[in-house]
Protein backbone atom coordinates (compact mmCIF):
# COMPACT_ATOMS: atom_id res chain seq x y z
CA UNK A 1 0.00 0.00 0.00
CA UNK A 2 1.18 3.34 -1.01
CA UNK A 3 0.92 6.18 1.30
CA UNK A 4 1.93 8.60 -1.52
CA UNK A 5 -0.07 12.23 -1.47
CA UNK A 6 -2.45 11.14 -4.73
CA UNK A 7 -6.30 10.66 -2.51
CA UNK A 8 -8.79 9.27 -5.28
CA UNK A 9 -12.51 7.48 -4.72
CA UNK A 10 -12.99 3.96 -4.91
CA UNK A 11 -16.02 3.37 -7.11
CA UNK A 12 -16.47 -0.44 -8.53
CA UNK A 13 -13.03 -1.26 -7.57
CA UNK A 14 -11.47 1.28 -10.02
CA UNK A 15 -9.35 4.75 -9.01
CA UNK A 16 -11.64 7.83 -9.32
CA UNK A 17 -9.96 11.14 -9.63
CA UNK A 18 -12.00 14.08 -10.17
CA UNK A 19 -11.21 17.44 -11.66
CA UNK A 20 -12.78 19.55 -8.40
CA UNK A 21 -11.19 18.64 -4.90
CA UNK A 22 -11.19 20.55 -1.72
CA UNK A 23 -8.25 21.26 0.92
CA UNK A 24 -7.60 18.95 3.79
CA UNK A 25 -5.93 21.26 6.36
CA UNK A 26 -3.30 19.47 9.74
CA UNK A 27 -4.76 20.71 12.52
CA UNK A 28 -1.48 21.16 14.53
CA UNK A 29 -0.32 23.66 11.69
CA UNK A 30 -3.28 24.84 9.61
CA UNK A 31 -1.48 24.31 6.38
CA UNK A 32 -2.92 22.24 3.83
CA UNK A 33 -1.87 19.03 3.40
CA UNK A 34 -3.13 16.83 0.54
CA UNK A 35 -6.63 17.48 -2.09
CA UNK A 36 -9.31 15.17 -1.56
CA UNK A 37 -12.04 14.67 -4.65
CA UNK A 38 -15.00 16.36 -4.42
CA UNK A 39 -17.48 14.20 -5.95
CA UNK A 40 -20.64 15.59 -7.60
CA UNK A 41 -24.23 13.78 -7.92
CA UNK A 42 -22.99 12.10 -11.01
CA UNK A 43 -19.96 10.00 -8.77
CA UNK A 44 -22.47 9.43 -6.12
CA UNK A 45 -24.55 7.77 -8.63
CA UNK A 46 -21.78 5.54 -9.91
CA UNK A 47 -20.71 4.50 -6.54
CA UNK A 48 -24.62 3.56 -6.18
CA UNK A 49 -24.84 1.79 -9.23
CA UNK A 50 -21.89 -0.23 -8.32
CA UNK A 51 -23.01 -0.82 -5.42
CA UNK A 52 -25.93 -2.11 -6.72
CA UNK A 53 -24.45 -3.98 -9.44
CA UNK A 54 -22.45 -6.17 -6.82
CA UNK A 55 -24.99 -6.56 -4.17
CA UNK A 56 -27.20 -9.66 -5.58
CA UNK A 57 -24.05 -11.62 -5.86
CA UNK A 58 -22.28 -10.64 -2.64
CA UNK A 59 -25.77 -11.09 -0.69
CA UNK A 60 -25.55 -14.79 -2.44
CA UNK A 61 -21.96 -14.86 -1.12
CA UNK A 62 -21.45 -18.11 1.26
CA UNK A 63 -21.50 -15.93 4.47
CA UNK A 64 -18.07 -17.97 5.73
CA UNK A 65 -16.51 -16.40 2.39
CA UNK A 66 -17.66 -12.93 3.58
CA UNK A 67 -16.23 -13.47 6.67
CA UNK A 68 -12.53 -14.50 5.28
CA UNK A 69 -12.73 -11.22 3.02
CA UNK A 70 -13.51 -9.27 6.22
CA UNK A 71 -10.01 -10.81 8.09
CA UNK A 72 -8.27 -10.34 4.92
CA UNK A 73 -9.44 -6.94 5.18
CA UNK A 74 -8.55 -6.62 9.05
CA UNK A 75 -4.95 -8.11 8.54
CA UNK A 76 -4.41 -5.79 5.29
CA UNK A 77 -5.50 -2.63 8.04
CA UNK A 78 -2.72 -4.00 10.94
CA UNK A 79 0.21 -4.56 7.83
CA UNK A 80 0.02 -1.08 7.30
CA UNK A 81 -0.58 0.31 10.30
CA UNK A 82 2.28 2.87 10.15
CA UNK A 83 1.29 4.61 6.72
CA UNK A 84 -2.41 5.13 7.78
CA UNK A 85 -1.21 5.91 11.91
CA UNK A 86 0.82 8.52 10.58
CA UNK A 87 -1.62 10.00 7.92
CA UNK A 88 -4.51 10.12 10.55
CA UNK A 89 -2.30 11.88 12.87
CA UNK A 90 -1.73 14.70 10.12
CA UNK A 91 -5.39 15.17 9.24
CA UNK A 92 -6.88 14.27 12.53
CA UNK A 93 -4.27 15.74 15.14
CA UNK A 94 -4.54 13.09 17.42
CA UNK A 95 -0.71 11.83 18.69
CA UNK A 96 0.89 9.08 16.96
CA UNK A 97 -0.05 6.62 19.98
CA UNK A 98 -3.31 7.00 19.98
CA UNK A 99 -3.59 7.09 15.80
CA UNK A 100 -2.05 3.77 16.30
CA UNK A 101 -4.65 2.34 18.79
CA UNK A 102 -7.25 3.72 16.13
CA UNK A 103 -5.63 1.59 13.70
CA UNK A 104 -5.36 -1.16 15.17
CA UNK A 105 -8.27 -1.14 16.59
CA UNK A 106 -10.07 -0.58 13.09
CA UNK A 107 -8.33 -4.05 12.31
CA UNK A 108 -9.39 -5.96 15.33
CA UNK A 109 -12.99 -4.34 14.96
CA UNK A 110 -13.23 -5.94 11.40
CA UNK A 111 -11.77 -9.54 12.70
CA UNK A 112 -14.46 -8.94 15.52
CA UNK A 113 -17.17 -8.07 13.67
CA UNK A 114 -16.82 -11.22 11.70
CA UNK A 115 -17.08 -13.76 14.00
CA UNK A 116 -20.48 -12.82 14.57
CA UNK A 117 -23.52 -15.22 13.38
CA UNK A 118 -27.08 -14.39 12.02
CA UNK A 119 -29.13 -16.02 14.67
CA UNK A 120 -32.24 -18.16 12.48
CA UNK A 121 -35.63 -18.35 15.00
CA UNK A 122 -37.85 -21.42 14.42
CA UNK A 123 -40.65 -20.15 15.12
CA UNK A 124 -42.74 -23.27 14.57
CA UNK A 125 -41.98 -27.19 13.75
CA UNK A 126 -45.13 -29.28 13.77
CA UNK A 127 -46.80 -31.89 11.78
CA UNK A 128 -48.70 -28.68 9.95
CA UNK A 129 -46.37 -26.10 9.19
CA UNK A 130 -42.88 -25.65 9.55
CA UNK A 131 -41.82 -21.51 10.71
CA UNK A 132 -38.70 -19.96 10.29
CA UNK A 133 -37.32 -16.55 10.59
CA UNK A 134 -34.30 -15.67 9.44
CA UNK A 135 -32.27 -12.25 8.56
CA UNK A 136 -31.30 -10.82 5.13
CA UNK A 137 -29.31 -8.86 3.73
CA UNK A 138 -30.79 -4.92 3.07
CA UNK A 139 -29.09 -3.72 0.25
CA UNK A 140 -26.83 -0.72 -0.66
CA UNK A 141 -26.05 0.91 2.74
CA UNK A 142 -24.70 4.13 2.80
CA UNK A 143 -22.42 4.96 5.42
CA UNK A 144 -21.95 8.41 6.81
CA UNK A 145 -18.41 8.69 9.43
CA UNK A 146 -17.51 11.63 11.45
CA UNK A 147 -14.28 12.85 12.14
CA UNK A 148 -13.29 12.19 15.37
CA UNK A 149 -12.31 8.73 14.60
CA UNK A 150 -12.74 8.27 10.99
CA UNK A 151 -11.24 4.95 10.96
CA UNK A 152 -12.49 3.11 13.56
CA UNK A 153 -16.33 4.22 13.25
CA UNK A 154 -16.37 3.10 9.52
CA UNK A 155 -14.94 -0.30 10.55
CA UNK A 156 -18.00 -0.07 13.04
CA UNK A 157 -19.96 -0.12 10.42
CA UNK A 158 -17.89 -1.99 7.34
CA UNK A 159 -17.62 -5.34 9.11
CA UNK A 160 -21.55 -5.59 10.16
CA UNK A 161 -22.85 -4.38 6.72
CA UNK A 162 -20.54 -6.45 5.20
CA UNK A 163 -21.06 -9.43 6.62
CA UNK A 164 -24.81 -9.77 6.60
CA UNK A 165 -24.52 -9.60 2.81
CA UNK A 166 -24.61 -5.72 2.13
CA UNK A 167 -22.66 -3.13 -0.03
CA UNK A 168 -21.69 -0.13 0.67
CA UNK A 169 -20.87 3.63 -0.54
CA UNK A 170 -19.31 4.94 2.55
CA UNK A 171 -18.56 8.80 2.78
CA UNK A 172 -15.72 10.06 5.48
CA UNK A 173 -15.94 13.79 6.97
CA UNK A 174 -15.01 16.48 4.80
CA UNK A 175 -12.49 17.18 8.00
CA UNK A 176 -11.09 13.95 7.51
CA UNK A 177 -10.83 12.16 4.63
CA UNK A 178 -7.22 10.49 3.86
CA UNK A 179 -7.47 7.94 5.89
CA UNK A 180 -10.72 6.43 4.83
CA UNK A 181 -9.78 6.98 0.89
CA UNK A 182 -6.36 5.13 1.29
CA UNK A 183 -8.88 2.42 3.51
CA UNK A 184 -10.94 2.69 0.06
CA UNK A 185 -7.64 1.83 -2.00
CA UNK A 186 -6.62 -1.31 0.16
CA UNK A 187 -10.18 -2.94 0.05
CA UNK A 188 -10.54 -2.70 -3.52
CA UNK A 189 -7.40 -5.27 -3.85
CA UNK A 190 -9.50 -7.91 -1.10
CA UNK A 191 -13.15 -7.38 -2.10
CA UNK A 192 -14.98 -7.87 -4.97
CA UNK A 193 -15.12 -4.11 -7.55
CA UNK A 194 -18.35 -2.24 -5.96
CA UNK A 195 -19.03 -4.54 -2.65
CA UNK A 196 -17.34 -1.24 -1.07
CA UNK A 197 -17.56 2.43 -2.75
CA UNK A 198 -15.40 5.52 -1.43
CA UNK A 199 -16.65 8.44 -2.02
CA UNK A 200 -15.70 12.04 -0.79
CA UNK A 201 -17.22 15.34 -1.39
CA UNK A 202 -18.42 18.53 0.41
CA UNK A 203 -21.42 19.46 2.38
CA UNK A 204 -24.08 18.45 -0.26
CA UNK A 205 -22.63 14.99 -0.86
CA UNK A 206 -24.09 13.57 3.19
CA UNK A 207 -27.58 14.93 2.21
CA UNK A 208 -27.39 13.79 -1.68
CA UNK A 209 -26.58 10.24 -0.06
CA UNK A 210 -29.54 10.16 2.51
CA UNK A 211 -32.47 11.21 -0.13
CA UNK A 212 -30.59 9.13 -3.02
CA UNK A 213 -33.51 6.47 -4.07
CA UNK A 214 -30.90 3.70 -5.06
CA UNK A 215 -29.43 3.84 -0.81
CA UNK A 216 -31.43 1.36 0.95
CA UNK A 217 -30.48 1.94 4.53
CA UNK A 218 -28.56 5.11 6.34
CA UNK A 219 -25.95 4.49 9.12
CA UNK A 220 -25.15 7.36 10.59
CA UNK A 221 -22.63 8.70 13.24
CA UNK A 222 -22.41 12.58 13.87
CA UNK A 223 -24.25 15.26 15.92
CA UNK A 224 -27.48 14.92 17.48
CA UNK A 225 -28.55 18.04 15.27
CA UNK A 226 -27.39 16.44 11.52
CA UNK A 227 -28.65 13.18 12.89
CA UNK A 228 -32.38 14.79 12.75
CA UNK A 229 -31.61 15.91 9.26
CA UNK A 230 -30.61 12.82 7.78
CA UNK A 231 -33.81 11.01 9.69
CA UNK A 232 -35.99 13.56 7.81
CA UNK A 233 -34.53 12.98 4.53
CA UNK A 234 -34.21 9.36 4.81
CA UNK A 235 -38.01 9.25 5.46
CA UNK A 236 -38.92 10.43 2.14
CA UNK A 237 -38.06 6.20 1.05
CA UNK A 238 -38.35 4.71 3.95
CA UNK A 239 -34.88 4.22 4.38
CA UNK A 240 -33.79 2.00 7.63
CA UNK A 241 -31.88 4.13 9.77
CA UNK A 242 -28.68 4.08 12.33
CA UNK A 243 -28.08 7.05 13.82
CA UNK A 244 -25.49 6.51 16.38
CA UNK A 245 -25.25 11.07 17.92
CA UNK A 246 -23.67 12.74 20.32
CA UNK A 247 -24.08 12.66 24.22
CA UNK A 248 -23.38 14.56 27.49
CA UNK A 249 -21.94 12.00 29.76
CA UNK A 250 -21.97 11.89 33.52
CA UNK A 251 -19.70 10.08 35.67
CA UNK A 252 -20.46 9.99 39.46
CA UNK A 253 -17.41 9.36 41.75
CA UNK A 254 -18.54 8.08 45.06
CA UNK A 255 -16.40 8.95 48.33
CA UNK A 256 -15.19 5.19 48.37
CA UNK A 257 -12.88 5.46 45.33
CA UNK A 258 -9.12 5.48 46.07
CA UNK A 259 -8.29 9.30 44.97
CA UNK A 260 -4.43 8.69 43.69
CA UNK A 261 -5.92 5.85 41.56
CA UNK A 262 -8.35 7.20 39.83
CA UNK A 263 -7.58 10.45 39.21
CA UNK A 264 -5.19 9.60 35.95
CA UNK A 265 -7.75 7.35 34.85
CA UNK A 266 -10.60 10.14 35.11
CA UNK A 267 -8.43 12.85 33.97
CA UNK A 268 -8.49 10.34 30.97
CA UNK A 269 -11.93 9.43 30.58
CA UNK A 270 -12.40 13.21 29.80
CA UNK A 271 -9.59 14.19 27.63
CA UNK A 272 -8.91 10.98 25.92
CA UNK A 273 -8.81 12.59 21.76
CA UNK A 274 -8.76 15.82 23.39
CA UNK A 275 -12.35 15.39 24.34
CA UNK A 276 -13.73 14.81 20.95
CA UNK A 277 -15.31 11.24 21.83
CA UNK A 278 -19.16 11.09 21.76
CA UNK A 279 -18.51 9.08 24.94
CA UNK A 280 -16.21 10.96 27.13
CA UNK A 281 -17.17 12.14 30.33
CA UNK A 282 -18.63 15.48 29.66
CA UNK A 283 -19.76 16.02 33.25
CA UNK A 284 -18.27 14.97 36.01
CA UNK A 285 -19.96 14.75 40.07
CA UNK A 286 -17.57 14.13 42.25
CA UNK A 287 -19.21 13.63 45.90
CA UNK A 288 -18.85 16.62 48.48
CA UNK A 289 -16.58 14.67 50.80
CA UNK A 290 -13.43 13.96 48.02
CA UNK A 291 -14.55 16.64 45.81
CA UNK A 292 -11.66 19.07 47.30
CA UNK A 293 -8.53 16.26 46.90
CA UNK A 294 -9.90 14.35 44.19
CA UNK A 295 -9.97 17.99 42.18
CA UNK A 296 -6.84 18.69 43.24
CA UNK A 297 -5.43 15.23 42.39
CA UNK A 298 -7.19 15.80 38.72
CA UNK A 299 -5.41 18.84 38.29
CA UNK A 300 -2.11 18.03 39.32
CA UNK A 301 -2.13 15.03 37.26
CA UNK A 302 -3.00 17.35 34.03
CA UNK A 303 -0.11 19.75 34.58
CA UNK A 304 1.48 16.59 33.43
CA UNK A 305 0.11 16.13 30.36
CA UNK A 306 1.85 17.06 26.95
CA UNK A 307 -0.22 18.81 24.96
CA UNK A 308 1.02 19.70 21.08
CA UNK A 309 1.41 18.33 17.50
CA UNK A 310 0.36 14.63 17.57
CA UNK A 311 3.34 13.72 15.35
CA UNK A 312 6.17 14.69 18.10
CA UNK A 313 7.21 12.38 20.60
CA UNK A 314 5.76 12.66 23.79
CA UNK A 315 2.42 14.21 23.00
CA UNK A 316 -0.29 13.29 24.41
CA UNK A 317 -3.43 15.72 23.34
CA UNK A 318 -3.24 16.90 19.79
CA UNK A 319 -5.21 19.97 19.08
CA UNK A 320 -9.10 20.53 17.97
CA UNK A 321 -9.73 18.81 14.58
CA UNK A 322 -11.51 21.44 12.79
CA UNK A 323 -11.84 25.31 13.05
CA UNK A 324 -15.47 25.70 13.30
CA UNK A 325 -15.07 22.95 16.28
CA UNK A 326 -12.22 25.13 17.74
CA UNK A 327 -14.37 28.26 17.54
CA UNK A 328 -17.18 26.56 19.74
CA UNK A 329 -14.65 25.06 21.83
CA UNK A 330 -13.47 28.55 22.40
CA UNK A 331 -16.81 30.16 22.60
CA UNK A 332 -17.96 27.98 25.96
CA UNK A 333 -15.01 28.99 27.49
CA UNK A 334 -15.47 32.31 26.81
CA UNK A 335 -19.33 31.88 27.77
CA UNK A 336 -18.08 30.45 31.38
CA UNK A 337 -15.33 33.57 31.74
CA UNK A 338 -18.40 35.89 31.05
CA UNK A 339 -20.43 34.40 33.64
CA UNK A 340 -17.67 34.57 36.35
CA UNK A 341 -17.29 30.64 36.95
CA UNK A 342 -13.79 29.50 38.83
CA UNK A 343 -11.15 27.96 36.72
CA UNK A 344 -8.72 25.10 37.99
CA UNK A 345 -6.72 24.89 35.25
CA UNK A 346 -6.63 26.48 31.06
CA UNK A 347 -8.64 28.96 29.66
CA UNK A 348 -6.56 31.13 27.77
CA UNK A 349 -5.87 29.93 24.33
CA UNK A 350 -2.37 30.19 22.75
CA UNK A 351 -1.51 32.22 20.21
CA UNK A 352 0.53 29.86 18.23
CA UNK A 353 -0.67 28.19 14.78
CA UNK A 354 -2.93 24.99 15.08
CA UNK A 355 -6.23 24.31 16.44
CA UNK A 356 -4.75 24.52 20.16
CA UNK A 357 -7.06 24.80 23.48
CA UNK A 358 -5.64 24.06 26.58
CA UNK A 359 -6.87 21.75 29.17
CA UNK A 360 -9.18 23.39 30.64
CA UNK A 361 -11.13 22.77 34.39
CA UNK A 362 -14.12 24.76 35.85
CA UNK A 363 -14.77 24.05 39.60
CA UNK A 364 -18.06 23.49 39.95
CA UNK A 365 -20.13 26.41 37.76
CA UNK A 366 -24.12 26.16 37.78
CA UNK A 367 -26.19 23.05 36.87
CA UNK A 368 -27.51 25.18 34.07
CA UNK A 369 -24.66 26.82 32.64
CA UNK A 370 -23.91 25.88 29.13
CA UNK A 371 -20.61 24.03 29.47
CA UNK A 372 -22.24 21.45 31.92
CA UNK A 373 -25.76 21.46 29.64
CA UNK A 374 -23.95 21.15 26.04
CA UNK A 375 -21.53 18.80 24.49
CA UNK A 376 -18.20 20.17 24.47
CA UNK A 377 -16.48 17.90 22.43
CA UNK A 378 -13.13 19.51 23.31
CA UNK A 379 -10.92 19.70 26.35
CA UNK A 380 -13.33 21.60 28.95
CA UNK A 381 -14.49 19.65 31.59
CA UNK A 382 -16.52 20.62 34.07
CA UNK A 383 -16.52 19.27 37.76
CA UNK A 384 -19.64 19.18 39.42
CA UNK A 385 -20.10 18.32 43.32
CA UNK A 386 -23.09 16.65 45.03
CA UNK A 387 -23.69 15.21 48.08
CA UNK A 388 -27.25 13.00 47.42
CA UNK A 389 -27.11 10.25 45.28
CA UNK A 390 -30.61 10.86 44.41
CA UNK A 391 -29.96 13.91 43.39
CA UNK A 392 -26.91 13.64 41.28
CA UNK A 393 -29.06 10.74 39.33
CA UNK A 394 -31.58 13.78 38.79
CA UNK A 395 -29.09 15.24 37.47
CA UNK A 396 -27.26 13.12 35.26
CA UNK A 397 -30.29 12.23 33.58
CA UNK A 398 -31.77 15.65 33.05
CA UNK A 399 -30.55 15.94 29.36
CA UNK A 400 -31.64 14.58 26.39
CA UNK A 401 -28.83 12.64 25.59
CA UNK A 402 -28.06 9.21 26.84
CA UNK A 403 -25.40 7.59 25.17
CA UNK A 404 -22.67 6.93 28.01
CA UNK A 405 -21.70 6.97 31.39
CA UNK A 406 -19.65 5.79 33.91
CA UNK A 407 -19.73 5.01 38.13
CA UNK A 408 -16.83 4.78 40.01
CA UNK A 409 -16.73 3.11 43.63
CA UNK A 410 -15.14 0.57 45.23
CA UNK A 411 -18.42 -0.81 45.75
CA UNK A 412 -19.16 -2.52 42.40
CA UNK A 413 -22.75 -3.70 43.70
CA UNK A 414 -23.37 -0.40 44.81
CA UNK A 415 -22.11 1.28 41.37
CA UNK A 416 -24.38 -1.61 39.19
CA UNK A 417 -27.18 -0.31 41.26
CA UNK A 418 -26.82 3.20 40.40
CA UNK A 419 -25.62 2.14 36.91
CA UNK A 420 -28.78 1.04 36.33
CA UNK A 421 -30.96 3.89 37.03
CA UNK A 422 -28.94 6.02 34.38
CA UNK A 423 -30.88 6.44 31.23
CA UNK A 424 -27.92 5.98 28.90
CA UNK A 425 -27.07 3.02 26.58
CA UNK A 426 -23.90 2.41 28.21
CA UNK A 427 -22.56 2.39 31.45
CA UNK A 428 -19.31 1.79 32.79
CA UNK A 429 -18.15 0.68 36.69
CA UNK A 430 -14.25 2.12 37.69
CA UNK A 431 -13.73 2.61 33.69
CA UNK A 432 -15.30 4.38 30.87
CA UNK A 433 -15.12 4.09 26.85
CA UNK A 434 -14.36 -0.03 26.49
CA UNK A 435 -16.28 -0.90 23.53
CA UNK A 436 -16.09 -4.55 21.50
CA UNK A 437 -17.90 -5.41 18.21
CA UNK A 438 -19.59 -8.46 20.14
CA UNK A 439 -21.58 -5.86 22.44
CA UNK A 440 -24.37 -4.02 21.20
CA UNK A 441 -23.40 -0.23 21.54
CA UNK A 442 -25.89 2.94 21.01
CA UNK A 443 -27.76 5.86 22.08
CA UNK A 444 -31.06 6.22 24.33
CA UNK A 445 -33.25 9.30 24.23
CA UNK A 446 -31.96 11.70 21.30
CA UNK A 447 -28.20 10.40 21.55
CA UNK A 448 -29.37 7.72 19.27
CA UNK A 449 -31.91 5.60 17.10
CA UNK A 450 -30.39 1.51 16.95
CA UNK A 451 -27.23 0.00 18.30
CA UNK A 452 -23.69 -0.80 16.35
CA UNK A 453 -22.09 -3.46 17.64
CA UNK A 454 -23.10 -7.19 18.88
CA UNK A 455 -25.78 -9.31 16.87
CA UNK A 456 -28.08 -6.58 17.53
CA UNK A 457 -26.34 -4.54 15.70
CA UNK A 458 -25.44 -6.89 13.36
CA UNK A 459 -29.26 -7.50 12.81
CA UNK A 460 -29.14 -3.97 11.50
CA UNK A 461 -28.20 -4.02 8.42
CA UNK A 462 -30.75 -6.83 7.83
CA UNK A 463 -34.45 -7.21 7.21
CA UNK A 464 -36.40 -10.34 8.97
CA UNK A 465 -37.77 -12.88 6.75
CA UNK A 466 -40.16 -15.54 7.89
CA UNK A 467 -41.10 -18.72 5.60
CA UNK A 468 -43.89 -20.48 6.23
CA UNK A 469 -43.97 -23.54 5.20
CA UNK A 470 -47.25 -25.70 5.52
CA UNK A 471 -46.33 -29.49 4.89
CA UNK A 472 -48.28 -31.11 2.60
CA UNK A 473 -49.52 -34.24 3.52
CA UNK A 474 -47.74 -37.04 2.26
P1 LIG B 1 -21.55 16.02 11.97
O1 LIG B 1 -22.95 15.63 12.29
O2 LIG B 1 -21.23 17.43 11.71
O3 LIG B 1 -21.02 15.23 10.68
C1 LIG B 1 -21.00 13.81 10.63
C2 LIG B 1 -21.00 13.38 9.17
O4 LIG B 1 -22.23 13.76 8.57
C3 LIG B 1 -19.91 14.00 8.31
O5 LIG B 1 -19.44 13.02 7.40
C4 LIG B 1 -20.65 15.10 7.57
O6 LIG B 1 -20.05 15.43 6.34
C5 LIG B 1 -22.00 14.48 7.35
N1 LIG B 1 -23.13 15.41 7.20
C6 LIG B 1 -23.20 16.70 7.58
N2 LIG B 1 -24.43 17.19 7.31
C7 LIG B 1 -25.14 16.17 6.77
C8 LIG B 1 -26.49 16.04 6.32
N3 LIG B 1 -27.35 17.06 6.38
N4 LIG B 1 -26.89 14.85 5.85
C9 LIG B 1 -26.06 13.80 5.82
N5 LIG B 1 -24.77 13.85 6.23
C10 LIG B 1 -24.32 15.03 6.71
O7 LIG B 1 -20.70 15.43 13.18
P2 LIG B 1 -19.13 15.62 13.45
O8 LIG B 1 -18.93 17.04 13.90
O9 LIG B 1 -18.35 15.09 12.31
O10 LIG B 1 -18.90 14.64 14.67
C11 LIG B 1 -19.04 15.01 16.00
C12 LIG B 1 -20.36 14.55 16.57
O11 LIG B 1 -20.51 13.15 16.35
C13 LIG B 1 -20.48 14.73 18.07
O12 LIG B 1 -21.77 15.17 18.40
C14 LIG B 1 -20.25 13.32 18.61
O13 LIG B 1 -20.81 13.09 19.89
C15 LIG B 1 -20.89 12.50 17.56
N6 LIG B 1 -20.37 11.15 17.57
C16 LIG B 1 -21.19 10.11 17.95
C17 LIG B 1 -20.69 8.82 18.03
C18 LIG B 1 -21.57 7.67 18.46
O14 LIG B 1 -21.19 6.53 18.22
N7 LIG B 1 -22.72 7.90 19.09
C19 LIG B 1 -19.37 8.58 17.71
C20 LIG B 1 -18.55 9.64 17.33
C21 LIG B 1 -19.07 10.91 17.25
Same mark, same amino acid.
Given at each position: MQFDDVYVMTIGGKPVAVGATFDVVNPATEAVIAQAPDADRGQLDAAVDAARAAFPQWAATPIDERRAALNRLGDAILENIDGFKRLLTAEQGKPHGDAEMEIGGAGMWLKGAATLELPVTINEDSAERYSETRHVPIGVVGAIAPWNFP? =??AMFKVGPALLAGNTMVLKPSPFTPLTTLKFGE? /? #?? =? &? +? +? %?VLNVITGGDALGPWMTEHPGIDKVSFTGSTATGRRVMQSASATLKRVTLELG? @? !? +?? =? $??PDVDIEKVAEELFWAAFRNNGQICIATKRMYVHEDIYEPLTAAIVAYAKTVKVGDGAEQGTRIGPINNKPQYDRVLDLI *? !? /???NGYRFLLGGEPSDVPGYFVPITILDNPPEASRIVQEEQFGPVLPLLKFGDLD? $? =? #? *?? @? #???? %?LGGSVWSKDEDRAVAIAARIASGTVWINETQHLTPMAAFGGMKQSGLGVEGGVEG &????? @? #?QTIVRRRLAS
Open positions: M =ILL /A #AE =I &L +P +P %GG @N !D +PA =I $VM *R !D /ARKE $V =I #A *RS @N #ATEY %G &LLEYT @N #A
